[in-house]
């Protein structure tokens, strides 16, 4: 039981980056997913969450407009689409799957289940 993000890398100012987050011996279905990040001196926060049964979807502020959380159910896995990307977003991004207990709430979560092993963004001035 796993996921598995990749797809990180190295990319200028105002470019795109996609990068996934593969589930393993569980379905993607029965959580909500986030994208965290955590850059180099400053606290894990929350990026994206999409809630994979019923695909509402939610963003950091400083991300709205540029990044697109998706998922496909059929593949087991969780996409980030990020455009227009600035070099405060350079970060390892991780993923994270986990149930709220609340149809209501679906992305405020607890406590994740499972969590990927990072995957480094990193956008160059």
């Known amino acids: 039981v796993q996921l598995q993000a990749s797809g990180g890398g190295l990319v200028q100012a105002g470019g795109s980056l996609r990068i996934s987050c593969a589930a393993s011996g569980f379905t993607l279905d029965d959580y909500a997913i986030t994208w965290f990040r955590q850059a180099p001196g400053k606290e894990r926060e929350g990026v994206s969450c999409i809630s994979s049964s019923d695909g509402r979807t939610y963003y950091l502020d400083s991300v709205k407009g540029r990044f697109t959380i998706s998922s496909d159910n059929a593949k087991n896995t969780v996409f980030l689409q990020m455009n227009s990307l600035k070099p405060e977003d350079t970060a390892v991004y991780y993923c994270?799957?986990?149930?709220?207990?609340?149809?209501?709430?679906?992305?405020?979560?607890?406590?994740?289940?499972?969590w990927g092993q990072g995957t480094l963004v990193t956008v160059s001035s």
């Open positions: 994270a799957a986990g149930n709220s207990g609340s149809d209501s709430y679906p992305c405020q979560i607890i406590e994740y289940d499972f």
